[in-house]
Nanobody, 128 residues
Framework: QVQLVESGGGLVQPGGSLRLSCAAS????????IAWFRQAPGKEREGVSC????????YYADSVKGRFTISRDKVKNTVYLQMNSLKPEDPAVYYC?????????????????????WGQGPQVTVSS
C-alpha cells in the first residue's frame, strides 16, 4: 500500500523551529519530485519547497527562503522540512506530496493535481 506518513507538527513560539518528516512506504523515492505544500484556513494550498529525490536539487518559495530547509534520507525513504525562525504567517496544515517519475522539476512546480500521493497533513501552529 502506497502511503506518505507525516510527523512533526505542533505548537511553537514565534522564532522557534520544527522539523516535519514525510516517510514513504509502498514505494521508493528514487526518481521523484517531493514537495511540501501548506494550507491555512480560508486560503489556497501553496507550495513551500520541493526536492528531487534523484540529484537532491531543491527549490524554495520566496516566503520561506533562508528559513526552511528541505532534505532527504534515501536509506530511510524519508523527506524532511526543517523550519526555523517561524513567523505568525507560517501556521497551516503542511502536506508532503510526491510527483512520481519526475526527477526534474516541472516548469510549474505547484500544480496540485500533478502530485499523485499526499500525506495526511500535520498542523503547524505559531503562537506566543
Amino acid at each position: 500500500q502506497v502511503q506518505l506518513v507525516e510527523s512533526g507538527g505542533g505548537l511553537v513560539q514565534p522564532g522557534g523551529s520544527l522539523r516535519l518528516s514525510c516517510a514513504a512506504s509502498g514505494f521508493t523515492l528514487d526518481d521523484d519530485t517531493i514537495a511540501w505544500f501548506r494550507q491555512a484556513p480560508g486560503k489556497e494550498r501553496e507550495g513551500v519547497s520541493c526536492i528531487s529525490s534523484g540529484d537532491g536539487t531543491t527549490y524554495y518559495a520566496d516566503s520561506v527562503k533562508g528559513r526552511f530547509t528541505i532534505s532527504r534520507d534515501k536509506v530511510k525513504n524519508t523527506v524532511y522540512l526543517q523550519m526555523n525562525s517561524l513567523k505568525p504567517e507560517d501556521p497551516a496544515v503542511y502536506y508532503c506530496a510526491v510527483d512520481r517519475g519526475r526527477p526534474e522539476f516541472r516548469r510549474d512546480l505547484w500544480v496540485v493535481y500533478e502530485y499523485a500521493y499526499w500525506g495526511q497533513g500535520p498542523q503547524v501552529t505559531v503562537s506566543s
